[in-house]
């Protein structure tokens, strides 16, 4: 009996700054609607899903910006979904800025099952973009000012019968982000994402954001014989416009399905998790292939180094 997990990638358009939250999660719960209809096990939600990007702006005075952060999980702003959940029978997997009793700003994702219960919670490892105001930008990306780097590692949990890791937005451009999982036994990787189409740094990649976007995480699937789920949050998002192409993607490294759209779309596939072991137990069998004692740069080292 293969073990199968239908999935839904609930690929959001745009959320704009005033919009409630009352007004999202009522968009997520028609997604989490649409997926129960399709009968879906797992809907996943894209990075930061309750509220616009809003380290696009920088706020000198932080606590001015505690209104995009969560301080539970659920709350009760988020708790329709957690109901949603255990009455649809359908687990879902979130991105949101969470704000912890201690104050530390972590960007998080959260994975609940079908009995409304956490799963899991993983933060994001890899921040991107930059931690002091940069005027010169068209907008900012100052996720390094607004969330501290996960102190707490990947992980992959058991959950639909198979192994499920998750990983959010700059994490899926990272290889060790899918080997420490692939390493861990991961099946399916979920992983929420905000790609603004244009990157300040280097405007060369700009026509590239779509392609750089499917390269990593059909690499990451194929070299570690998992299944990834990249879901978007897109659009024209106060007047900054991001990639969608939310899509689920086999441990072949095949796109299975994805989204036409910028806006609210749910994508769903059948998953078949024995599908990984084509790959985990031939090409990709790492405890037959892999040079460990080779690759010792790759834990020792931050950057490069010119010996
Ligand atoms: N966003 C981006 C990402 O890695 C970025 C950072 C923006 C990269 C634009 C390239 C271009 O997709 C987040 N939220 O990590």
Known sequence: MSRVVTVGAAQLGPIQRDHTRAEVVKRLVVLMTEAANKS???????????????????????????????TQMPSKFTQPLFDAA?????????????????????NTQVLVGKNGETIAKYRKIHVPGHEHHEPDRPFQHAERYYFEPSPDGFGVWNAFDGRIGMMICNDRRWPEAYRVMGLKGVEMILCGYN??????????????????NSLVM???????????????????????ASLGESAIIAPSGEIMA????????????????????????????????????MYLPITTQRGVVID
């Not at 029978?89 to 700003?105: I, M, Q, S």
């Not at 790609?195 to 750089?212: E, G, I, K, V």
């Not at 059909?218 to 900054?240: D, F, H, M, R």
């Open 195 to 212: 790609t603004p189409l244009h990157y300040a740094p280097d405007p060369t990649q700009d026509r590239l954001q779509s392609f750089h």
């Open 86 to 106: 255990r009455s649809l029978g359908l687990a879902f997997c979130l991105g949101y800025a969470e704000l912890t009793p201690d104050r530390h700003r972590y």
């Open 258 to 293: 994805q989204a036409v759209t910028t806006d609210d779309e749910l994508v769903t596939h059948k998953c078949d998790l024995d599908w990984c072991s084509n790959y985990k137990k031939t090409l990709f069998d790492f405890d037959r292939y892999r040079r460990p004692e």
């Open 40 to 70: 879906c096990d797992l809907v996943v939600f894209p990075e930061l899903a309750l509220t616009t990007f809003f380290p696009r702006w920088f706020e000198p005075d932080i606590t001015k910006a505690d209104h995009f952060y969560e």
């Open 218 to 240: 059909q690499s990451g699937a194929y070299q570690n014989g998992t299944w990834v789920i990249g879901v978007a949050k897109c659009g024209l998002e106060e007047g900054v």
